[in-house]
Every structure is written in C-alpha cells, then in structure tokens.
C-alpha cells in the first residue's frame, strides 16, 4: 500500500501540471484574441488625418469621387465579436457540449447598413472632400417607403453617379490595424441594389498609412 502512493502522488501531480498547462494555454489564445479584436476609434485629429492623406486617394479611385456622406456609418462592435469567441473557446476547454452542439453552426447575420446621426463629419476639418446631405435617402433609412418616378430622376439630378458613406475609422494598437466600413450608393437608396460595400484596412507604417486588405 505504501508503494502506491507514491505512485498516486506522481499521478495526481502530473493531471495537475497537464490542467495547469492546459489553462495557461487558454488564457494565452485568450490574451491574443483579446488583443487581436481591440479596435477603438481613432484619436480625432488622426481621423481627419487619415481621411484628407489616405483615404482621399481610394475616393479618388471610385467613379463617385470626393463626394462623402455627412454622416459615417455604423463600424463593428468588437466587443461582442471578443465575447463570442471567447465563448466558444471557453466551451472548449470545458468541454461544454452542451454550448458546443447548440453553437455549432452559427448564422451569420449581416451588419446592418445604420448611421450615426449624433456624430457628423466636420466640413471645416475636411480638405477637398464635398459632404453630402441626402436628406430623402435619410428618411429611406428610417420608413422604407416606395419613390416614385419623379424623386427617383430628382435624385439623380442631384447626385449624379451618387456618393460614398464611411465608418469612423477604428484602430487596433496593438497591430497596427485600421479599419473601415465603405458604402457607396450608385442610386437613390441603394432601394434598386445599385450599392457597394466592402470592408478596407490599413497597416500603420513610419511613413503613413498602406493598405492591408
């Protein structure tokens, strides 16, 4: 009897080294998540910055050209991007099958197009660009109704080949990441499909910004 328990103290420390392995492991994916998804929005003057030296030339690029939308949209929530797959990596180490199984194929639900109408661009701080003030497509946001013929020509007498709506840009520092959203409306509300979005990142370089995608 004494002989085993010498063996059962082996035993019992070795399953304690492999969990206390095996949670540090988590903690460390959990450390890299957290730092991976940590997008804030950028400092003020950097987001002007960015927009009148960099983002101005991918505006450049678009049939649409310098013509922005008064209001940005609505970017990712991050933080609940983190507490997802920190969820399920939870689950993961405690064998949670129960979450596992309920969780295991997960739809994906598309970002709504919103805006933020409590934080509008400032024309003063932006260089060469043109804001655009779509007063009929914000009430398109908002009540979804049906345009007839005459404010369908009206808008694009107006507008042209339309405009384009961006996030506030958000920056991860500790990649050296940013990122926005890009919405560009071809036709009145975009009611007809006539819209691009699209996801654009930038890396942080000592010279400026370049794009990441």
């Known amino acids: 009897m004494r002989k085993l328990i010498p063996l059962v103290l082996i035993l019992f420390c070795s399953c304690r080294h492999a969990d206390n392995a ?7 994916t959990l450390e890299r998540l957290r730092k991976k998804t940590d997008f804030r929005t950028l400092d003020s003057a950097e987001a002007y910055d960015f ?5 101005v030339h991918v505006l450049d690029s678009l049939k649409l050209k310098r013509k922005l939308f008064i209001y940005p949209l609505v970017g990712k929530d991050f933080q609940v991007i983190y507490n997802c797959d920190a969820a399920h ?12 199984n309920a969780h295991a194929n997960p739809k994906l639900i598309p970002y709504e197009i919103t805006i933020d109408k ?9 260089s060469n660009i043109n804001l655009i003030t779509d007063t009929l497509m914000l009430a398109l946001f908002e009540n979804h109704w049906r345009l007839n013929n005459n404010e369908i020509e009206a808008w694009y007498k107006k507008f042209g080949y339309g405009y384009t709506c961006i ?14 959203r890009q919405y560009s409306i071809h036709g009145i ?25």
Request: glycine share 6%; proline share 4%.
């Open 89 to 100: 990596l939870k689950a993961l180490y405690n064998n949670d099958t129960a979450f596992l």
């Open 189 to 213: 509300g975009a009611v007809d499909g006539n819209a691009t979005e699209s996801w654009l990142g930038f890396q942080k370089t000592p010279k400026g910004w370049q794009a990441a995608y």
């Open 167 to 180: 996030s506030y840009p958000l920056y991860n520092l500790h990649t050296k990441r940013l990122l926005i």
């Open 118 to 126: 409590q934080h509008p661009w400032n024309k003063i701080r932006l």
């Open 51 to 55: 927009i009148n030296n960099y983002y």
């Open 22 to 28: 095996k949670y540090k492991q988590l903690q460390d």
